[in-house]
């Protein structure tokens, strides 16, 4: 089965672009909420993390204590590395595995660090980039998460430039001041690519 890469910036309307292919039957596979699942109450980097940086990082639901590894690996590079080592390949695998058992004619990975983690580039036959505008990133985001422009643009410059994200795609959904349905118009001329590659 083929797999499509969908990623974007914060705001960029990936869950929106997401959802729109969700409701003409595509399956999904969304890496942060994998990424939330191995480290939620008895996840499965929880023996390793607890293993490796002490039981202080875990809650007593036995998920990982996110405030105190957030502040852990905030100042220090190694320790987020350490993290990382321990969560990517279970994210990866889980990611890989929930691919597989999807019923559809292809499957969509929402992966919103696909430029910034390199090898998901190479696990996916097809990237779909969502772009958009900093300006409306940090209209959206502020409007959705109630943050400050400061705030939005902090995490705006920790994710790829919008750059790196376009030469990284295959196919590009412009959201910039787009009304839903013609997104969805969009959405679906990409569908029928997609199906007419999952046949081929
Ligand atoms: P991401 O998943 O990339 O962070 P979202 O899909 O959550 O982005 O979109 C960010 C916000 O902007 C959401 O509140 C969403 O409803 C809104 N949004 C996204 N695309 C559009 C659009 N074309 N028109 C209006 N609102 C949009």
Redesign the pocket.
Known sequence: MIAVGLT????????????LFAARGVPLVDTDVIAHRVTAPHGMAMPQIAAQFGPEFVAADGSMDRARMRALVFGDEAARKRLEAITHPLIRAETEREAREANGPYVIL?V?LLVESGAWKTRVNRVLT?D?SVET?IA??M??NGFTREQVLAIIARQATREARLAAADDVIV??????D??AQDVEILHQRYLALARS
């Open positions: 974007g910036g914060i705001g960029s309307g990936k869950s929106t672009v997401a959802d929402v919103p969502v958009c990133q959206r985001v409007s959705r959201n910039d001041d787009v009304a839903l013609a997104l």
